[in-house]
């Protein structure tokens, strides 16, 4: 087959005459990138992709703040994925007919991701920058694909623009069934996740998990990205904020509902303790996932974190010019430059500390650290250590300043030492949550140390 049948089947997918439902969205049809009509590698299918405009007014059917409409059109997205295994018509997205359909499984992956500033996978088909709506409907860029005829014949032609136009009609059809309630209440979640992520700086808080929020996450094989992960099937354990960390209670500014949970303030240090997978770095994924805006039945939708958080952990890498001085005194051997501007082959601890310095010198409003990633050297002091380097637990006790407006949380199992600095310490044992007294646990700390002390005097 030439690149001319190909071109040929494109042009009569565009001149798709529509209904009064649907119609190819012709302003947004850029060929080769939107608009396309490929052989699969195999080149038993052809893979297309058409801008559609359905024609149902969400903007003025739900008169709710434009800002919550990505989760209305993360919905109908879904219900048109969840039609396909069923509706013939919408056989092209699932690839049937063709000769390898789970080649275009991807195209009915479920999401639950309604929106994020990282515009995160980008391979699944979900709201975003190219499925959206605005005044003139609901505009979808919708893909598939259907058998790859042996030669481009003009009845090759019309079988294969009549199949994706059933295809649009299908789409249409599913979209246009979906009850407004049912669009207002997707509307009304995400609003809700937008309005008070911009709320929170006001309240004095960087993030907020909600009392019954559901962190854990399924992974498959096209999310395998803790933010794009599904809900976990099975257990899952809500969260509940312990009283002793003092929850908050906030009204929802869209849905005008009220929602206690843990406020993570600003400038604060805040650690999650506890043994080995007890869900620590869960819990740290949460709040980064927090970022981005999820749809009803996600488990993360009342987790909402500021935009702009960073992590920093260890890896070897390059370095030029880097501001280490938070941490260091002199640079090691093998760096060049000094301690405001070090060049060379970084280790762990040296990536790290530069990580955290640009996070605070760029005014973060949250750092998240995680023990298990994490360059415990540049932690924790040791023994061994010597007085060129300042770990974090002692510039959280003596120059808490140098932290600037940044707030810190960190998970920690083994680093007792750093955990005692924080103003709040929260443990997670079976991903329960419970408080820990900062001032007894650091009692029992300084116990625990004078005991090894003592043993170690001993030669025990």
Not at 73 to 92: F, M, N, T, Y
Request: hydrophobic content about 45%.
């Amino acid at each position: 087959m030439s690149d001319r049948g190909l071109d040929a089947c494109l042009e009569e997918l565009l001149a798709l005459p529509g209904d009064d439902r649907w119609e190819i969205d012709r302003a947004h049809a850029v060929r080769n990138v939107t608009a396309y009509v490929v052989r699969s590698f195999d080149g038993s299918a052809l893979v297309f992709s058409l801008p559609l405009l359905l024609f149902r007014p969400l903007l003025s059917e739900i008169p709710l703040d434009p800002k919550g409409s990505a989760g209305a059109v993360a919905l109908v997205i879904e219900r048109v994925k969840q039609a396909a295994a069923s509706d013939e018509a919408l056989g092209p997205l699932v690839g049937r007919g063709t000769r390898f359909p789970h080649q275009f499984a991807s195209l009915t992956e479920p999401f639950t991701l309604v929106s994020s500033p990282a515009e995160l996978a980008a391979h699944l088909w979900h709201a975003g920058g190219r499925n959206y709506a605005d005044s003139a409907g609901v505009h979808l860029l919708v893909g598939g694909a259907v058998p790859c005829p042996d030669a481009f014949t003009r009845r090759d032609l019309s079988t294969i623009a009549e199949r994706v136009a059933r295809f649009c009609d299908a789409v249409a059809r599913v979209i246009f069934s979906v009850p407004a309630r049912e669009l207002e209440s997707a509307w009304t979640a995400t609003l809700d996740q937008e309005l008070l992520r911009e709320q929170l700086p006001d309240l004095g808080l960087v993030s907020f998990v909600g009392d019954g929020a559901r962190l854990a996450r399924s992974y498959t094989r096209y999310r395998c990205y803790f933010r794009t992960a599904g809900p976990k099937e099975g257990t899952s354990v809500p969260f509940s904020c312990p009283a002793e960390l003092s929850p908050v209670e906030l009204e929802l500014p869209a849905s005008n509902e009220a929602m206690t949970g843990l406020g993570i303030k600003r400038r604060e240090a805040f650690a999650v303790a506890g043994s080995n997978a007890q869900g620590k770095t869960t819990f740290l994924e949460g709040i980064v996932a927090g970022m981005d805006d999820h749809a009803v039945g996600d488990g993360r939708e009342m987790v909402v974190t500021v935009h702009g958080i960073c992590t920093a952990e260890a890896v070897n890498a390059m370095l030029a010019g880097a501001d280490v001085s938070m941490f260091f005194s002199a640079l090691p051997p093998g760096m060049s430059g000094t301690v405001h501007a070090a060049s060379g082959m970084g280790s762990g601890s040296m990536n790290m500390a530069y990580q955290v310095q640009r996070a605070v010198k760029r005014g973060c409003p949250l750092l998240v650290i995680d023990e298990d990633r994490a360059s415990p050297n540049l932690l924790v002091r040791s023994s061994l250590q010597n007085e060129e380097v300042t770990p974090l637990s002692e510039i959280l006790s003596r120059d808490r300043g140098k932290m600037g407006e940044t707030a810190l949380v960190f998970a920690a199992c083994a680093l007792d030492t750093l955990v005692a600095q924080a103003d709040r310490i929260m443990v997670l044992d079976r991903h329960v949550a419970r408080a820990v007294d900062r001032d007894d646990f650091r009692m029992k700390v300084a116990a625990a140390l004078e005991r090894m002390a003592e043993d170690l005097r001993r030669g025990r």
